[in-house]
C-alpha cells in the first residue's frame, strides 16, 4: 500500500497488473490517466478484501431486533457479556429468573461461568433446573450452561485449564455454516464434554473434546461466542434464526 502511494506521488510508472501486484518500473512517466487507473484499482482491490464471516455478519436479518430472547439469571457469571454481544446485532434480551417470562421467550439463552455443583444447587433452589428441561423453544448453553446441560459432571476432580483461542472442527447442525470449519474461537474452562453421538463441533487440546452439543432443541457451545469476534456473531445469529 505504501509503495503504491509513493509510486503515484513520485510520478514512475509500473505495470500494475489486474491482480494488484507490482512488477518492475520503467523511466516514463505516468500521466493522469495512469495514476487515476491506478487508484481505482487500489480502490476497488482493497474494498473487496472482506472475509466471508464479516460479509455474513453483515447479512444477519434486521427482524432479529423483534425477537423475545431471554437470558437466564443466575448465581453465574458472564451474563451481561452474552446481553451486549446481543445488543450489537440489534437484539434487547430480557435477563430474568421469571419462569413465565422464560417460558414464553422466543429463544432462552444458558450463560455462564463458574463452578458447576454450587450453581446447580442453586438452580434446584429455584426450581430453574426443571423449567429449563421443560422449554420448547431453541435454547443455547454456553460453557458452564452447557455442562449443566449434562447428565453428570466429575467437577472437583483433577483439572486441565484451556483458555485461548483453538479451532472448531467437524462443524453440524443449525448453530454452524460450512465457512466455520476451522475457524478461531475462544475458550475458558477446565472441563469439557467428550464426544458423543450430540457432538456439533469439535476441538482438539490435549484430546479431542465437545466444542458444541445439539440434541433436539437444545444447543451447546463451550465455548464463548460473545467473546469470538464475528464468528462469535455468526453463530449467535444462526441461533437466533433457529
Not at 474452562?189 to 479431542?208: C, G
Request: proline residues 4%; contains cysteine; aromatic residues 10%.
Amino acid at each position: 500500500m505504501k509503495t503504491i502511494f509513493c509510486s503515484i506521488l513520485t510520478r514512475q510508472s509500473y505495470y500494475f497488473w489486474a491482480n494488484g501486484d507490482l512488477r518492475k518500473p520503467y523511466n516514463k512517466p505516468a500521466s493522469l490517466s495512469q495514476i487515476t487507473s491506478i487508484l481505482q484499482l487500489f480502490i476497488k482491490q482493497t474494498s473487496i478484501c472482506h472475509d466471508n464471516l464479516l460479509v455474513l455478519q453483515l447479512n444477519i436479518k434486521k427482524e432479529a431486533t423483534t425477537m423475545d430472547v431471554a437470558i437466564i439469571k443466575y448465581n453465574a457469571g458472564n451474563i451481561y457479556s452474552v446481553s451486549y454481544a446481543l445488543k450489537r446485532l440489534g437484539v434487547e434480551a430480557t435477563i430474568t429468573a421469571d419462569p413465565e417470562l422464560l417460558c414464553k421467550a422466543d429463544k432462552v439463552i444458558f450463560p455462564g461461568v463458574g463452578e458447576a455443583h454450587t450453581t446447580m444447587e442453586h438452580l434446584k433452589e429455584h426450581n430453574l433446573d426443571t423449567i429449563i428441561k421443560g422449554l420448547k423453544q431453541p435454547v443455547l448453553g454456553i460453557c458452564l450452561g452447557m455442562q449443566l446441560m449434562c447428565r453428570h459432571s466429575e467437577e472437583g476432580d483433577a483439572k486441565v485449564p484451556h483458555m485461548g483461542w483453538n479451532t472448531i472442527t467437524n462443524v453440524k447442525g443449525g448453530l454452524f455454516n460450512k465457512q466455520l470449519e476451522n475457524k478461531f474461537v475462544y475458550f475458558v474452562h477446565s472441563y469439557y464434554v467428550p464426544v458423543n453421538e450430540y457432538t456439533a463441533a469439535t476441538t482438539e487440546y490435549i484430546l479431542p473434546f465437545s466444542a458444541s452439543l445439539h440434541k433436539d432443541n437444545f444447543y451447546a457451545t463451550q465455548f464463548h461466542p460473545e467473546k469470538s469476534g464475528s464468528v462469535g456473531e455468526v453463530i449467535l445469529s444462526n441461533f437466533l434464526k433457529l
